[in-house]
Structures are given as structure tokens and as C-alpha cells.
């Protein structure tokens, strides 16, 4: 028997992102190119199930990798007590567009009268289409929100000129795509040729 597939495919374009590298520490540094992880936090953004979730499978880079300098003011839990606020400096990525490329799967063979895939498939689609969200969709950062977040555009496509290695890149934070444990994990020698680039 031969499992049906529900594709989905979205676009997403930003003046700014960040995709911080773990080793980078205070120092933020972003990846040249969206994490898994990431990928799958933006199609949260859409809609979420605890049955059935997105699994990205390739993401065309459709503008060139530009880095450029960031500072922002942080008021959060974890600056120094007795401080108000501290400034924080990163290294992000500018002007970006994304063609992000998944299916639909889920924890358990689908029923006739119940398919967590195909119901999660279909209200991704429409909610797209219609420009609805759960929550702001954002790239990396939560303040990096796009100016485009929707179906794929004729009027953009993976810039050809973009070949590289990633050395190791961060893959999941969790031991499963909804409610798991924290165990990151990492993929290495990650290529983008093309400017596509796949995930195993």
C-alpha cells in the first residue's frame, strides 16, 4: 500500500532574520539559512495540532545571504540584576526570501473517519490563502516580522549563485515534534547548492 503525501509549500520574505548558531554565545551569530526548527515554528504560526505536524523537507533561498550588524535593547529576565536594560549585538541577515517546502505527518496511520494530516493540511492551506494567523509569524527573532508571508510567487525563485557548506547546523530542539523534551540535535555538512537546500 503506498502512504498518501500531503505536501505544503509557503513563502516568506522579511527585511531581517536571525538564526542564532548556538556557538556563538553572547555574540549572537545567525546561520546563512533557516533552521528546521525554524521552518516549522513559522507554519505554528499558521496552525498547530498534537495529532499531525509540518516536516520540512527543503527551503529555497530566493535573495542573496547578506549579514549586517544589529544592536537592540534587552529588558528581559536575564540581564544583570539591578540594571534595566543592557544592549545586545548580533550578527543578522538582511532583506531574505524563503520557498519553504514540507509534508504533513503524523504519530499514527490516518482513519477514514479521522485524518489529523489531511485536516491540518487543509486548514494551513485556506488560513494561508486568506492571510489568517494563530499567532504573528516571525523569522527567528520574534521583532524580525515579514512584510510577506503566504502562497509560493511566480515572481521569485532560489538564487542559483548560492553554493555552500554549513559545518553543523541545528536540526531540532526536541526528542519529538509536539510535546517533547528538550535534546537538540544537529546535522552535519549541510549544503545548499543552488540555493536550495535539503533537510535529511
Same mark, same amino acid.
Given at each position: 500500500?503506498?502512504?498518501?503525501? &500531503? ?23 545567525? $546561520? ?74 503524523? $504519530? ?29 509569524? &516571525? ?34 530542539? &526536541? ?26
Amino acid at each position: 500500500m503506498i502512504e498518501k503525501a &500531503y505536501p505544503v509549500s509557503f513563502e516568506v520574505a522579511g527585511a531581517a532574520a536571525m538564526f542564532t548558531r548556538p556557538d556563538t554565545g553572547s555574540a549572537f551569530v545567525s $546561520y546563512p539559512a533557516p533552521t528546521k526548527s525554524a521552518l516549522k515554528s513559522m507554519f505554528e504560526c499558521v496552525v498547530m495540532s498534537k495529532s499531525a505536524y509540518f516536516e520540512p523537507q527543503r527551503v529555497e533561498i530566493c535573495s542573496p545571504i547578506v549579514f549586517h550588524k544589529y544592536s537592540t535593547n534587552y529588558g528581559g529576565p536575564l540581564r544583570k540584576s539591578g540594571t534595566t536594560n543592557f544592549q545586545i549585538f548580533a550578527t543578522v541577515l538582511e532583506n531574505v526570501c524563503y520557498k519553504v517546502h514540507g509534508v504533513i505527518l503524523s $504519530y499514527e496511520p490516518p482513519k477514514s473517519e479521522d485524518n489529523p494530516q489531511h485536516k491540518l493540511q487543509e486548514v494551513f492551506l485556506r488560513r494561508l490563502n486568506s492571510g489568517y494567523f494563530f499567532s504573528t509569524p &516571525y523569522l527567528g527573532w520574534k521583532e524580525f516580522v515579514p512584510y510577506y508571508f503566504g502562497p509560493l510567487r511566480e515572481s521569485t525563485s532560489a538564487d542559483t549563485q548560492i553554493n555552500l557548506t554549513v559545518p553543523s547546523m541545528l536540526s531540532t530542539m &526536541y526528542t519529538r515534534p509536539t510535546d517533547g523534551s528538550i535534546a537538540p540535535s544537529f546535522a552535519q555538512n549541510v549544503k545548499i547548492e543552488k540555493g536550495v537546500m535539503f533537510f535529511d
